[in-house]
Structure formats: C-alpha cells, structure tokens
C-alpha cells in the first residue's frame, strides 16, 4: 500500500483547505511509460466504486486498483529539492527508475 509521509500529509492538508477540497480525497494515480519508467499525478476527487482507500495522517488516500499495483511498496513525500524549493516526490522501488537513498554512516 502506499504510504505517505508527515510532511507530505501536512502539506495535502494544508492544500486542500487552501482550495476548498476539504470534503475530497486525495487521488493518487500511476501509470507505465512504453519505455517502462512511471508517472505520478494525484489531485483531489470524489470516492470512486472500484477505488483502493487508505487513510494516513488524517488524508483520505484514493486509487484506482491498477494504480494501487504499481504503487503498493511507494513513499510519498514532500521534500526540499533545493532551498526554497520543495516537492512531491515519490520513492518507489519497482519503478525502473527507482534509485534508493544512500544510508549514512
């Protein structure tokens, strides 16, 4: 299942207050490039009749079944790129793309 971080919980909240989405869930999708890498988007939607849900954090988290496949093992962050600048990121270990963060000594 996919998991989200604190700081990415606080940050979706923070957002949906910010455009009135505090009765939406938040949508999580991916999906398979032809080259093999992934896509990420998410927004935030209304509760769908095939949806996967999870709830962290007080963020209601929706996928579509084969969304909720490719994201089963993911961590979604929200992370300071460069000063000042933060994002969404995703660390999944089944994206080809996938490089895990070294471990400091």
């Given amino acids: 299942m996919l998991t989200i971080t604190e700081a990415a919980a606080s940050k979706i909240i923070e957002q949906s207050k910010q455009t009135d989405a ?3 869930a938040l949508r999580v999708a991916a999906k398979t490039n032809q080259d093999g890498s992934f896509d990420y988007g998410m927004g935030f ?4 009749e095939n949806d996967v849900k999870t709830s962290q954090y007080n963020v209601e988290i929706v996928m579509d079944p084969q ?6 093992e993911a961590t979604m962050d929200y992370v300071e790129i ?4 933060f994002h969404f990121i995703f660390s999944n270990p089944i994206d080809p793309n996938y ?6 000594k």
């Fill in 45 to 48: 939607d209304e509760n769908k």
């Fill in 99 to 104: 490089i895990p963060a070294k471990k400091s």
């Fill in 82 to 85: 460069e000063q000042g600048q």
């Fill in 22 to 24: 505090l009765d939406l």
């Fill in 67 to 72: 969304s909720a496949e490719l994201l089963d």
